[in-house]
T-cell receptor, first 114, second 110 residues
Framework: GAGVSQSPSNKVTEKGKDVELRCDPI?????LYWYRQSLGQGLEFLIY????????KSGLPSDRFSAERTGGSVSTLTIQRTQQEDSAVYLC????????????FGSGTRLTVV | GEDVEQSLFLSVREGDSSVINCTYT??????LYWYKQEPGAGLQLLTY???NMDMKQDQRLTVLLNKKDKHLSLRIADTQTGDSAIYFC??????????WGLGTSLAVNP
């Protein structure tokens, strides 16, 4: 597609359940980021994939969070045993090798843990 | 460490100019960006500036960069109610990781 696609757009889950969030970046973009934005907070970096390099996982808040990127394209962010503090909007962004033109963001997945 | 700071709120009258300021600590940032986030919407890239530039103008938007003071600003001329949003300043830090400010909430009053 023309932009970064994220699914689902909204997810309500019960505390303790696992969730998977999907990001489909722009075709050909080698860099992919996951961020989260909690209510009233700024953007919090989670993880960064760049081509075939090892991902930068330094932003993942706990070992309940993991992400993978298959074939250098689609990425899945998995949160295990969700907690209420995981409620946030999870944003994915991608960029081409040359970052002159900025990073294109998806519309995000709004996760609510009840 | 790497950090980007912005004032959290700005209120202007419709038709006035808005100036949103940002300071950053990472002098190695090669590109600096301004993103806009409207209520309930995703992040939209407004403009960017390369670190060897002092100024960039794009229609109603003017970006000023003072590398010595590590200060970036976004000026919106003739601010309209549709400009009401949160504006994020971001820089590309080490490892090409984006470093973000907390965002400035711009309120435009009629």
């Amino acid at each position: 597609g023309a932009g970064v696609s994220q699914s689902p757009s909204n997810k309500v889950t019960e505390k303790g359940k696992d969730v998977e969030l999907r990001c489909d970046p722009i075709s050909g973009h080698t860099a992919l980021y996951w961020y989260r934005q909690s209510l009233g907070q700024g953007l919090e970096f989670l993880i960064y994939f760049q081509g075939n390099s090892a991902p930068d996982k330094s932003g993942l808040p706990s070992d309940r969070f993991s992400a993978e990127r298959t074939g250098g394209s689609v990425s899945t962010l998995t949160i295990q045993r969700t907690q209420q503090e995981d409620s946030a909007v999870y944003l994915c962004a991608s960029s081409p090798q040359d970052t002159n033109y900025g990073y294109t963001f998806g519309s995000g997945t709004r996760l609510t843990v009840v | 460490g790497e950090d980007v700071e912005q004032s959290l709120f700005l209120s202007v009258r419709e038709g006035d100019s808005s100036v949103i300021n940002c300071t950053y600590t990472d002098s190695s940032s090669t590109y600096l960006y301004w993103y806009k986030q409207e209520p309930g919407a995703g992040l939209q890239l407004l403009t960017y500036i390369f670190s060897n530039m002092d100024m960039k103008q794009d229609q109603r938007l003017t970006v000023l960069l003072n590398k010595k003071d590590k200060h970036l600003s976004l000026r919106i001329a003739d601010t309209q109610t549709g400009d009401s949003a949160i504006y994020f300043c971001a820089g590309v830090g080490n490892n090409r990781k984006l470093i973000w400010g907390l965002g400035t909430s711009l309120a435009v009053n009629p």
